[in-house]
Protein backbone atom coordinates (compact mmCIF):
# COMPACT_ATOMS: atom_id res chain seq x y z
CA UNK A 1 0.00 0.00 0.00
CA UNK A 2 1.19 3.29 -0.40
CA UNK A 3 1.69 5.90 1.70
CA UNK A 4 1.99 8.73 -0.62
CA UNK A 5 0.39 11.95 0.85
CA UNK A 6 -2.25 13.43 -0.89
CA UNK A 7 -4.14 16.41 -0.11
CA UNK A 8 -2.70 16.51 3.58
CA UNK A 9 -2.90 19.71 5.45
CA UNK A 10 0.35 21.94 5.20
CA UNK A 11 3.13 21.04 7.02
CA UNK A 12 3.69 23.73 9.77
CA UNK A 13 6.15 26.61 8.86
CA UNK A 14 6.25 27.65 12.89
CA UNK A 15 8.49 24.48 13.40
CA UNK A 16 12.46 24.78 13.05
CA UNK A 17 13.59 22.36 11.04
CA UNK A 18 17.11 20.48 10.70
CA UNK A 19 16.81 19.03 7.72
CA UNK A 20 14.69 20.60 4.64
CA UNK A 21 14.86 18.48 1.29
CA UNK A 22 14.26 19.89 -1.96
CA UNK A 23 12.88 16.71 -4.05
CA UNK A 24 11.30 14.20 -3.00
CA UNK A 25 12.85 11.55 -5.84
CA UNK A 26 15.25 8.31 -5.07
CA UNK A 27 18.32 10.83 -3.90
CA UNK A 28 15.43 13.05 -1.24
CA UNK A 29 13.63 10.37 0.09
CA UNK A 30 16.69 8.32 1.06
CA UNK A 31 18.64 11.36 2.63
CA UNK A 32 15.09 12.15 4.45
CA UNK A 33 14.93 8.52 5.44
CA UNK A 34 18.71 8.30 6.82
CA UNK A 35 18.33 11.87 8.12
CA UNK A 36 15.53 11.22 10.25
CA UNK A 37 16.79 7.97 11.25
CA UNK A 38 19.51 10.18 12.86
CA UNK A 39 17.07 11.90 14.84
CA UNK A 40 17.05 14.95 12.01
CA UNK A 41 13.27 16.93 12.03
CA UNK A 42 13.26 16.90 8.32
CA UNK A 43 10.55 18.14 5.59
CA UNK A 44 10.77 17.32 2.02
CA UNK A 45 9.03 19.32 -0.53
CA UNK A 46 8.23 18.61 -3.87
CA UNK A 47 6.49 20.07 -6.56
CA UNK A 48 5.47 17.16 -8.71
CA UNK A 49 1.62 15.45 -7.61
CA UNK A 50 3.59 12.26 -6.71
CA UNK A 51 6.90 11.79 -5.34
CA UNK A 52 9.48 10.01 -7.41
CA UNK A 53 7.98 10.02 -10.55
CA UNK A 54 11.33 8.83 -11.86
CA UNK A 55 11.31 5.83 -10.31
CA UNK A 56 7.66 4.94 -11.10
CA UNK A 57 9.23 4.79 -14.71
CA UNK A 58 12.54 3.22 -14.13
CA UNK A 59 13.79 -0.16 -14.97
CA UNK A 60 10.68 -0.16 -17.28
CA UNK A 61 8.49 -0.31 -14.40
CA UNK A 62 10.33 -2.79 -12.35
CA UNK A 63 13.53 -0.84 -11.07
CA UNK A 64 16.65 -1.57 -11.52
CA UNK A 65 17.13 -0.82 -7.70
CA UNK A 66 20.47 -1.49 -7.36
CA UNK A 67 23.57 -4.34 -8.75
CA UNK A 68 25.56 -6.88 -7.06
CA UNK A 69 28.38 -5.40 -7.70
CA UNK A 70 28.19 -1.64 -7.06
CA UNK A 71 32.50 0.02 -6.84
CA UNK A 72 33.57 3.84 -7.41
CA UNK A 73 34.66 2.74 -11.10
CA UNK A 74 31.10 2.82 -11.51
CA UNK A 75 30.00 6.66 -11.01
CA UNK A 76 31.44 8.93 -13.77
CA UNK A 77 32.93 12.17 -11.88
CA UNK A 78 35.34 14.77 -12.17
CA UNK A 79 36.40 13.89 -8.69
CA UNK A 80 36.59 9.70 -9.00
CA UNK A 81 37.17 9.56 -5.17
CA UNK A 82 33.99 11.46 -4.37
CA UNK A 83 31.84 8.40 -3.98
CA UNK A 84 34.46 6.23 -2.23
CA UNK A 85 33.34 6.87 1.55
CA UNK A 86 29.62 7.02 1.06
CA UNK A 87 29.87 3.61 -0.75
CA UNK A 88 31.97 2.13 2.17
CA UNK A 89 28.75 3.16 5.00
CA UNK A 90 26.02 2.26 2.53
CA UNK A 91 27.22 -0.95 0.31
CA UNK A 92 24.13 -2.44 -2.12
CA UNK A 93 23.98 -4.85 0.28
CA UNK A 94 22.65 -2.88 2.61
CA UNK A 95 19.68 -1.92 0.29
CA UNK A 96 19.20 -4.87 -0.89
CA UNK A 97 18.55 -6.16 2.75
CA UNK A 98 15.87 -3.32 2.92
CA UNK A 99 14.37 -4.58 -0.07
CA UNK A 100 14.14 -7.76 0.94
CA UNK A 101 13.15 -7.11 4.55
CA UNK A 102 9.78 -4.96 3.13
CA UNK A 103 8.97 -8.58 1.50
CA UNK A 104 9.92 -6.96 -1.76
CA UNK A 105 10.62 -10.23 -4.38
CA UNK A 106 13.27 -9.54 -7.25
CA UNK A 107 15.70 -11.17 -9.50
CA UNK A 108 18.81 -10.72 -11.24
CA UNK A 109 18.33 -10.10 -14.75
CA UNK A 110 21.98 -9.93 -16.42
CA UNK A 111 25.42 -8.46 -15.08
CA UNK A 112 24.59 -8.39 -11.19
CA UNK A 113 21.56 -6.00 -11.85
CA UNK A 114 18.62 -6.61 -9.67
CA UNK A 115 14.90 -5.78 -10.72
CA UNK A 116 11.68 -6.13 -8.88
CA UNK A 117 9.47 -9.16 -9.58
CA UNK A 118 6.14 -6.73 -9.50
CA UNK A 119 6.38 -2.70 -9.76
CA UNK A 120 9.15 0.01 -9.46
CA UNK A 121 6.10 1.26 -7.17
CA UNK A 122 7.37 -1.14 -4.28
CA UNK A 123 10.75 0.59 -4.30
CA UNK A 124 8.67 4.29 -3.94
CA UNK A 125 6.53 2.71 -1.37
CA UNK A 126 9.92 1.46 0.78
CA UNK A 127 11.17 4.96 0.64
CA UNK A 128 8.17 6.45 1.49
CA UNK A 129 7.35 4.19 4.53
CA UNK A 130 10.82 4.66 5.55
CA UNK A 131 10.32 7.94 5.91
CA UNK A 132 7.12 8.13 7.70
CA UNK A 133 8.57 5.27 9.97
CA UNK A 134 11.44 7.29 10.73
CA UNK A 135 9.49 10.63 11.46
CA UNK A 136 10.02 12.63 8.27
CA UNK A 137 7.23 14.42 6.87
CA UNK A 138 7.25 14.50 2.94
CA UNK A 139 4.86 17.23 1.50
CA UNK A 140 4.45 17.28 -2.60
CA UNK A 141 2.23 19.89 -5.17
CA UNK A 142 4.62 21.94 -3.25
CA UNK A 143 6.07 25.21 -5.93
CA UNK A 144 9.26 26.76 -4.37
CA UNK A 145 9.41 30.11 -4.71
CA UNK A 146 12.92 31.27 -3.30
CA UNK A 147 15.63 29.74 -1.16
CA UNK A 148 17.24 32.24 1.12
CA UNK A 149 20.49 31.93 3.48
CA UNK A 150 19.50 33.67 6.83
CA UNK A 151 21.59 34.06 10.45
CA UNK A 152 20.36 31.02 11.79
CA UNK A 153 20.37 28.60 8.35
CA UNK A 154 17.80 28.66 5.68
CA UNK A 155 14.47 29.79 4.76
CA UNK A 156 12.53 28.27 1.85
CA UNK A 157 9.23 30.05 0.82
CA UNK A 158 6.85 27.82 -0.87
CA UNK A 159 3.47 28.56 -2.09
CA UNK A 160 2.30 26.37 1.11
CA UNK A 161 4.13 28.19 3.75
CA UNK A 162 7.60 29.69 4.42
CA UNK A 163 9.72 26.93 6.34
CA UNK A 164 12.81 26.81 7.79
CA UNK A 165 15.71 25.02 8.19
CA UNK A 166 19.06 24.57 10.01
CA UNK A 167 20.17 22.64 6.80
CA UNK A 168 18.92 22.45 3.12
CA UNK A 169 19.26 19.69 0.63
CA UNK A 170 19.15 20.30 -3.22
CA UNK A 171 18.02 16.90 -4.52
CA UNK A 172 15.59 18.35 -7.25
CA UNK A 173 17.81 15.54 -10.07
CA UNK A 174 19.08 17.01 -13.46
CA UNK A 175 17.02 18.46 -15.70
CA UNK A 176 16.19 15.48 -17.72
CA UNK A 177 12.39 14.54 -19.12
CA UNK A 178 10.76 17.84 -17.15
CA UNK A 179 7.09 16.05 -17.48
CA UNK A 180 8.46 13.36 -14.39
CA UNK A 181 8.96 16.72 -12.49
CA UNK A 182 12.29 17.77 -13.98
CA UNK A 183 13.56 21.60 -13.43
CA UNK A 184 17.33 22.18 -13.70
CA UNK A 185 15.89 23.91 -10.35
CA UNK A 186 19.11 22.95 -8.32
CA UNK A 187 21.41 24.63 -10.98
CA UNK A 188 19.39 27.90 -10.20
CA UNK A 189 20.07 27.27 -6.89
CA UNK A 190 23.88 26.73 -7.01
CA UNK A 191 24.02 29.70 -9.28
CA UNK A 192 22.61 31.63 -6.62
CA UNK A 193 25.44 30.21 -4.13
CA UNK A 194 27.86 31.34 -6.49
CA UNK A 195 29.17 27.43 -6.49
CA UNK A 196 30.68 26.35 -9.91
CA UNK A 197 28.58 24.27 -12.26
CA UNK A 198 29.48 21.41 -14.90
CA UNK A 199 27.43 22.13 -17.77
CA UNK A 200 25.35 18.83 -17.92
CA UNK A 201 24.88 16.43 -21.04
CA UNK A 202 23.05 13.61 -21.79
CA UNK A 203 23.68 10.04 -20.33
CA UNK A 204 22.52 6.83 -20.03
CA UNK A 205 20.29 7.52 -23.06
CA UNK A 206 19.97 6.25 -26.68
CA UNK A 207 21.81 7.12 -30.13
CA UNK A 208 19.91 8.78 -33.01
CA UNK A 209 21.57 8.40 -36.82
CA UNK A 210 21.66 10.94 -38.72
CA UNK A 211 18.62 10.94 -42.10
CA UNK A 212 21.47 8.85 -44.50
CA UNK A 213 21.97 6.68 -42.00
CA UNK A 214 18.46 6.36 -40.33
CA UNK A 215 17.51 5.72 -44.21
CA UNK A 216 19.52 2.62 -44.82
CA UNK A 217 19.07 1.07 -41.57
CA UNK A 218 15.21 1.62 -41.14
CA UNK A 219 14.45 -1.91 -41.85
CA UNK A 220 16.45 -2.95 -39.02
CA UNK A 221 14.03 -1.31 -36.38
CA UNK A 222 13.08 -3.97 -33.99
CA UNK A 223 16.02 -5.88 -34.13
CA UNK A 224 17.81 -7.05 -31.23
CA UNK A 225 21.97 -8.35 -31.03
CA UNK A 226 24.29 -9.25 -28.82
CA UNK A 227 27.18 -6.67 -29.65
CA UNK A 228 30.53 -4.95 -27.94
CA UNK A 229 30.12 -1.20 -28.47
CA UNK A 230 33.18 0.95 -28.27
CA UNK A 231 34.48 4.46 -27.18
CA UNK A 232 38.09 4.83 -27.19
CA UNK A 233 39.23 2.60 -24.72
CA UNK A 234 36.16 2.19 -23.10
CA UNK A 235 34.27 -0.83 -24.15
CA UNK A 236 30.41 -2.38 -23.38
CA UNK A 237 29.74 -6.14 -24.54
CA UNK A 238 25.64 -6.42 -24.30
CA UNK A 239 22.45 -6.22 -25.97
CA UNK A 240 21.96 -3.73 -28.79
CA UNK A 241 18.86 -2.75 -30.61
CA UNK A 242 17.90 -1.15 -33.45
CA UNK A 243 15.07 1.35 -33.18
CA UNK A 244 12.98 3.75 -35.66
CA UNK A 245 15.23 6.77 -34.31
CA UNK A 246 19.01 5.26 -34.06
CA UNK A 247 20.26 2.71 -31.61
CA UNK A 248 19.49 1.60 -27.96
CA UNK A 249 19.80 -1.14 -25.44
CA UNK A 250 22.01 -1.66 -23.03
CA UNK A 251 25.45 -1.13 -24.83
CA UNK A 252 24.18 1.83 -25.96
CA UNK A 253 22.96 3.28 -22.99
CA UNK A 254 26.45 2.98 -21.04
CA UNK A 255 28.35 4.20 -23.75
CA UNK A 256 26.23 7.13 -24.18
CA UNK A 257 27.91 8.48 -21.19
CA UNK A 258 31.60 8.39 -23.16
CA UNK A 259 30.55 9.32 -26.42
CA UNK A 260 32.28 12.34 -27.55
C1 LIG B 1 13.28 5.98 -18.37
C2 LIG B 1 14.25 5.92 -17.21
C3 LIG B 1 14.55 4.70 -16.64
C4 LIG B 1 15.46 4.64 -15.57
N1 LIG B 1 15.70 3.43 -14.99
C5 LIG B 1 16.54 3.37 -13.93
C6 LIG B 1 16.73 2.13 -13.23
O1 LIG B 1 16.11 1.10 -13.55
N2 LIG B 1 17.61 2.14 -12.18
C7 LIG B 1 18.27 3.28 -11.77
O2 LIG B 1 19.04 3.22 -10.79
N3 LIG B 1 18.06 4.45 -12.39
C8 LIG B 1 17.21 4.52 -13.44
N4 LIG B 1 17.00 5.72 -14.06
C9 LIG B 1 17.69 6.90 -13.54
C10 LIG B 1 16.99 7.35 -12.26
O3 LIG B 1 15.60 7.50 -12.51
C11 LIG B 1 17.59 8.66 -11.77
O4 LIG B 1 18.99 8.51 -11.65
C12 LIG B 1 17.02 9.03 -10.42
O5 LIG B 1 15.62 9.14 -10.51
C13 LIG B 1 17.62 10.35 -9.97
O6 LIG B 1 17.08 10.62 -8.71
P1 LIG B 1 17.08 12.08 -8.12
O7 LIG B 1 16.40 12.00 -6.80
O8 LIG B 1 18.45 12.64 -8.18
O9 LIG B 1 16.23 12.96 -9.15
P2 LIG B 1 14.72 12.83 -9.61
O10 LIG B 1 14.26 11.43 -9.56
O11 LIG B 1 14.62 13.59 -10.90
O12 LIG B 1 13.92 13.61 -8.46
C14 LIG B 1 13.92 15.00 -8.37
C15 LIG B 1 12.63 15.43 -7.69
O13 LIG B 1 12.70 16.84 -7.53
C16 LIG B 1 11.46 17.41 -7.90
N5 LIG B 1 11.71 18.77 -8.40
C17 LIG B 1 12.39 19.15 -9.50
N6 LIG B 1 12.39 20.48 -9.62
C18 LIG B 1 11.69 20.97 -8.57
C19 LIG B 1 11.33 22.29 -8.15
N7 LIG B 1 11.68 23.37 -8.85
N8 LIG B 1 10.59 22.42 -7.03
C20 LIG B 1 10.20 21.31 -6.32
N9 LIG B 1 10.51 20.05 -6.66
C21 LIG B 1 11.24 19.88 -7.77
C22 LIG B 1 10.90 16.49 -8.98
O14 LIG B 1 9.49 16.58 -9.04
C23 LIG B 1 11.37 15.12 -8.51
O15 LIG B 1 10.43 14.48 -7.68
C24 LIG B 1 16.08 5.81 -15.10
C25 LIG B 1 15.75 7.04 -15.68
C26 LIG B 1 14.86 7.10 -16.70
C27 LIG B 1 14.52 8.44 -17.29
Not at 3 to 26: H, K, R, W
Not at 118 to 124: G, N, Y
Not at 183 to 207: C, H, N, T
Request: aromatic share 8%.
Amino acid sequence: MSTEPQNTPNAPSDVAYDVLILGAGAAGLMCAWEAAKRGARVLVVDHANKAAGKIRISGGGRCNFTNLDVTPKNFLSQNTRFCISALKRFTSQDFINRVAGAGIAYHEKTLGQLFCDDSAQQIIDLLLEGCDGAGARVQTKTKIIAVAQTASGFTVNTDRGAYKSAQVVVATGGPSIPKMGSSGFGYKVAEQFGLDIISPRAGLVPLTFEDELLARAKELAGVSVDAEVACGKTKFAEGLLFTHRGLSGPSILQISSYWT
